[in-house]
């Protein structure tokens, strides 16, 4: 981490091992081709550039590609819109006026919380890296099993990754390690020389094989809506849909709001977290002796 020519070298060699002859439309001539995809010459002639320049491009000098080469290039290569994206933030990332990006603040303005705290669903706001930067009341409920097995600072990465609890937590296991790592991905290109970003990858990488497979694939991933599938030790199994939204106040950090269908099991389930929460709630912030004095 932090050396953007290796990740610009790891990702576009992925990207080209992938991708055939015949779904480039080239005829394959002879059956004993030395790479698994195209060759580098190949990708060349497909995106109209010499072979020395898309060399230069793939041992990770990326650092002034013009916009149409990269379009040219994400086209040979077939990558989809995260793909792109992520193509194009390495680009940013190689340049000389993006050496460096400053990491989004760990706290958040007291008026988004106050929107959180609106928001009648399960809600929380997170940076790229996965860190959990606030929750409403009914987020901290429905992440209690996250939230009660924390291990340093509050991170869903390290949970899915590290916590024995998350396959219990997390119907869909391996499809979570799966996304968790391409959207990891992604924020490598956005900010490559985060030290926490780069941190969390080391702790990560060093104490969970699963996820070095996972981060060798170079897959990355958007996060703006789907479905979430969790079990829940109070409320049981719970079908939600989320959404992802950036905040433009605060850049790097993104607000996911979790609801059901009216109507739906899951709905009736999230009456009866929202109850579970505020009786925990009153709980925890009751003192002792005051119901009997009242």
Not at 22 to 45: D, F, H, Q, S, T
Not at 200 to 207: D, F, K, N, P
Not at 283 to 290: C, E, K, L, N
């Amino acid at each position: 981490m932090g050396d953007v020519r290796s990740e610009v070298r790891e990702f576009l060699s992925s990207r080209r091992a992938r991708i055939t002859p015949e779904m480039a439309g080239l005829p394959a001539y002879g059956g004993n081709r030395r790479v698994p995809g195209l060759r580098r010459e190949e990708v060349a002639m497909l995106s109209g550039v010499s072979v020395d320049y898309y060399v230069r491009l793939e041992r990770g000098n990326l650092a002034g590609a013009s916009e149409s080469v990269l379009d040219s290039l994400a086209n040979t290569l077939q990558l989809d819109d995260a793909e792109r994206e992520h193509l194009y933030d390495l680009a940013r990332a190689a340049g000389p006026e993006r050496r460096r990006r400053t990491s989004p603040a760990g706290s958040l303005r007291p008026a988004v919380q106050q929107v959180l705290d609106a928001i009648d669903s399960p809600a929380w706001v997170r940076n790229g890296r996965f860190d959990v930067i606030a929750m409403n009341t009914l987020g901290r409920a429905l992440y209690s099993p996250m939230i009660e097995d924390s291990r340093g600072p509050l991170n869903t990465a390290r949970f899915a990754y590290l916590s024995p609890k998350a396959r219990e937590f997390f119907r869909d296991y391996d499809k979570v390690l799966n996304d968790c790592a391409a959207m990891l991905r992604m924020e490598a290109g956005r900010t490559p020389h985060d030290p926490d970003f780069i941190r969390l990858i080391g702790e990560l990488s060093t104490q969970s094989e699963v996820f070095r497979e996972r981060w060798a694939s170079q897959d990355v991933k958007q996060h703006r809506n789907g479905r979430k599938r969790l079990h829940h030790p109070v409320v049981g199994d719970l079908d939600l849909d989320y959404e992802a939204m950036e905040l433009p106040g605060d850049p790097g950090f993104r607000l996911n709001v979790y609801t059901a269908p009216a109507g739906t099991p899951t709905a009736d389930s999230l009456v009866l977290l929202a109850s579970w929460a505020a009786t925990r709630e009153h709980q925890t912030t009751t003192p002792r002796g005051a119901a009997a004095s009242s």
